[in-house]
């Protein structure tokens, strides 16, 4: 009886060691959103809760116990301050959640109470942004489907955007996706995806951006205010986010596609200064081993690394260093005979790219209100890419005369003959600084400046035909050479009533290498005339320099006829309609339209070239600056905001894009899909201390546009013994076709196991899981003397153990 009777008390105790007594934790600051100081004496309280509530000390910091993990509500109160509602904050976990609140001043002085709080939903962190933007939450990338962690492929759910399901370019309104610009810390940089422009100019795969080290973002697809310059579709505004300064936290993470480990703790609880670094492993080469994905013969391999170090002040402000790093590499397999049915499957793309970002930041609040910050970077991406072919059998004079067989059927991978090379390095040195003050409670003022100095060396050589042993690669293009872009803004926020705001700003380009100077007005309005209803219209100027081998293609005499480019600019037009039709579903219309001047084009009489058609990363003709673009169209969303667990939205896109060339005959982009929907859904369950994640994507929309082949004189080239890697277009039929549409699922599923100091979580997350596959290229076969549609598409599997202590 004794030992049952203590056996029975074993098993108590270790029930009990299991079950967490310990409260999680809510902590934070709240600080001005304009100037960022901070607010003592405000009220934070957890709505759902009883006596859940603190009051902020002298550094504005607050500390609430909560007892049961779940998704609560957050409100904060400071008088003469707009109230703030954070609505389904999830707090559960081993992690502290660290939520810092930005108050925006009431327009009504001295008035204590407001009718209106601030949702975050509805709020960008820009707080002069009335129209055009989107805050992203980072929580949101992990939670919904085919976000992969990935804030890049987690606004492809958002109207007007689209994406491929083999990559994390981002084209918005049938933009091309190195027409939209990113920035880290208040600086431009590169796109920051892996293997960016080793396929097509501002794609890649994966972005290198990690949402466990990234920060509460915005997004901006239209009318963006003055603060951002240099981009023509749209401009991601990224923060890396300070680490814990008060407990040390981890994440170690292994799965199919990659490996991860994030640390970030204090480094001097007294001084409140702390760290945060990420280092990922990509191992898309395993789940190729394992069977669980088709990657057709292609190997590649990326890494990278992002680090945050935050020193914040008494008196001096706070100063910051900031880094991420990122390497990839690729290769080909020569694919198994019975699969080679056109000479383009023997090819073997052999690429290697490094991007670097590594910049200092400091920020200082002034008195009366004054708020100035000043980024200083560096930024660099190197490519590298060398194109070769396996061997094929032969006859006397070194012509393939079978596509179907290797040079040496007993050894195929014993022969390769190197086609192309190709070498595109850019190093930037930059500086930004900005100053902001809320001049009245009606009135917010921002100005400042930024320079980029721009490095740049490119080569391209290739072979006129394959197989050519006896001559040396002709180079085309070979530059070295460096510039600069500058840049000038002032932005103004007037609170003309309760219902009516206005944003006004001027900036002002320079590009020193055609001494180009560009003024650019932007103005915005946003009407609140009820509670559910809101129109905002906006208007702005905007302009953006090509990539730089555009301006320094040198021709065969050695000249650089493109040098004198002005910069591509646009006219936009954006207007929104919003609905509340309860607190936590809203219906939104977008309308926009752009019109683009000075877009360089093809020089020679009647080119039908233009760089919005750009699809890879290099440019090798003579331009001049007399194209033109249009798109226009319009956006329907219906979404619903995170209650009780439910979460969706349904948004349905359709619009236009057009160019037009030295031809005078308006075309279509080469991003014009017509169209475009999404529905996106997911339910998430609390299960005692524990939480059940499952939301499923499927979107649809239509193909790239793409000029047909001229099949006649291809077979006429072939015939003649003439085999090289550029088929024959029909330029007087440019992108007048269209591939199919194309539909693909994305589905997350993810549990979480909390206990006392550690939580576990298992998931899968699924980016495109049916392995639809898209149209990307129409090819003339040489085994057929036909041409024939390349698809291509990645259905990523990800299944992976994540360990937070």
């Avoid at 299944?799 to 937070?804: A, N, Q, S």
């Amino acid at each position: 009886m004794n030992t049952i009777r203590q056996w029975m008390i074993a098993a108590i105790l270790i029930i009990c060691g299991t079950i967490d007594i310990q409260a999680e934790t809510l902590r934070g600051t709240v600080k001005d959103a304009i100037t960022g100081e901070t607010l003592i004496g405000a009220t934070v309280k957890v709505v759902e809760l009883a006596n859940a509530v603190a009051v902020t000390d002298i550094d504005g910091n607050y500390t609430i116990n909560v007892k049961q993990g779940g998704r609560y509500t957050i409100e904060t109160n400071y008088i003469g301050y707009e109230p703030s509602i954070m609505k389904e904050i999830l707090i559960s976990g081993v992690k502290e959640v660290v939520l810092d609140v930005a108050l925006r001043e009431n327009s009504t002085e001295l008035k204590e109470v407001v009718v209106r709080p601030r949702v975050n939903k509805e709020a960008t962190v820009n707080p002069a942004v009335l129209t055009g933007g989107v805050m992203l939450s980072m929580e949101e990338a992990s939670r919904f489907a085919g976000g992969y962690n990935d804030p890049a492929r987690l606004v492809t759910a958002f109207a007007g955007v689209s994406g491929e399901a083999d990559g994390s370019g981002l084209s918005i309104h049938g933009n091309a996706p190195e027409r939209m610009k990113y920035r880290i810390e208040g600086v431009e940089v590169f796109t920051p995806n892996h293997f960016n422009d080793l396929w097509s100019a501002g794609y890649g795969l994966v972005s290198a951006l990690n949402s466990n080290v990234i920060g509460n973002s915005d997004f901006f697809t239209s009318t963006f205010n003055a603060n951002y310059n240099n981009a023509l579709s749209g401009v991601f505004d990224v923060r890396m986010r300070a680490g814990n300064n008060n407990k040390h936290e981890n994440i170690l993470q292994i799965g199919t596609v990659s490996e991860e480990l994030t640390l970030e703790g204090p480094i001097s609880r007294k001084n409140n200064s702390s760290y945060i670094v990420n280092y990922r492993y990509g191992f898309t080469s395993l789940v190729d081993k394992l069977g669980l994905v088709d990657m057709d013969g292609s190997h590649m391999g990326f890494q990278d690394f992002s680090i945050k170090l935050n020193f914040p002040t008494k008196r001096a402000g706070t100063f910051s260093l900031f880094g991420l790093a990122s390497h990839d590499s690729t290769y080909d397999d020569p694919l198994d005979l019975e699969d080679v049915n056109a000479v383009y499957d023997t090819s073997d793309n052999e690429g290697k790219l490094t991007q670097i970002l590594a910049g200092a930041s400091h920020k200082i609040h002034f008195g009366n209100k004054w708020t100035w910050r000043t980024t200083a970077a560096y930024n660099m991406q190197h490519l590298k890419s060398d194109m070769f072919y396996f061997g094929l059998r032969r006859d006397a004079n070194g012509v393939p005369v079978s596509p179907l067989a290797f040079e040496d059927p007993d050894n195929p991978k014993s022969k390769k003959y190197p086609f192309s090379q190709q070498q595109m390095n850019e190093d930037r040195l930059m500086i930004n600084t900005e100053l902001s003050k809320q001049l009245t409670a009606k009135w917010l003022t921002q100005f400042g400046a930024e320079y980029s100095h721009r490095f740049f060396n490119l080569y391209y050589r290739s072979h006129d035909q394959l197989y050519d042993t006896q001559n040396p690669m002709v180079e085309y293009t070979k530059m070295k050479d460096n510039t600069g872009l500058a840049n000038m803004f002032w932005q103004n926020l007037f609170t003309l009533s309760d219902e009516l705001s206005l944003s006004a700003g001027v900036a002002a380009n320079y590009f020193l290498l055609s001494k180009d100077f560009s003024v650019e007005p932007r103005v915005s309005m946003k009407w609140d005339p009820t509670e559910k209803h809101s129109i905002s219209l906006g208007y702005g100027l905007h302009s953006m320099i090509e990539k730089l081998d555009t301006y320094f293609y040198r021709d065969e005499l050695g000249r650089m006829p493109n040098k004198d480019l002005d910069l591509s600019k646009a006219h936009h037009l954006h207007a929104t309609y919003m609905y509340k039709l309860n607190p936590n579903l809203t219906l939104r219309l977008n309308a926009f339209y752009e019109y683009g001047f000075d877009t360089p084009v093809g020089a020679a009489p009647g080119s039908t070239y233009c760089v919005t058609n750009r699809l890879f990363s290099y440019t090798e003709e003579a331009l001049v600056g007399k194209g033109n673009t249009r798109n226009y169209g319009g956006d329907i969303t219906l979404e619903h905001y995170m209650y009780h667990g439910f979460f969706g939205q349904a948004n349905v896109s359709v619009y236009k894009s057009q160019y037009k060339g030295q031809d005078k005959v308006w075309r279509n982009q080469l991003y014009d899909r017509g169209f475009m929907m999404k529905v996106l859904g997911g339910k998430e369950w609390m299960i005692g201390k524990n939480v059940l994640n499952v939301s499923a994507k499927y979107s649809i929309q239509g193909g790239l546009r793409y000029t047909p082949v001229d099949i006649d004189a291809m077979r006429a080239r072939v015939a003649e013994g003439k085999i090289d890697d550029n088929p024959i277009y029909k330029d007087d039929e440019a992108f007048t076709k269209r591939f199919d549409p194309t539909g693909i699922v994305d589905l997350t599923v993810s549990y979480k196991i909390n206990k006392r100091r550690v939580s576990h979580t298992i998931a899968f997350e699924g980016l495109n899981v049916l392995g639809t596959k898209t149209p990307i290229y129409q090819r003339y076969d040489l085994g057929t003397n036909d041409v024939r549609i390349d698809k291509s598409s990645i259905s990523l599997p990800n299944i992976f153990y994540r360990l937070d202590f």
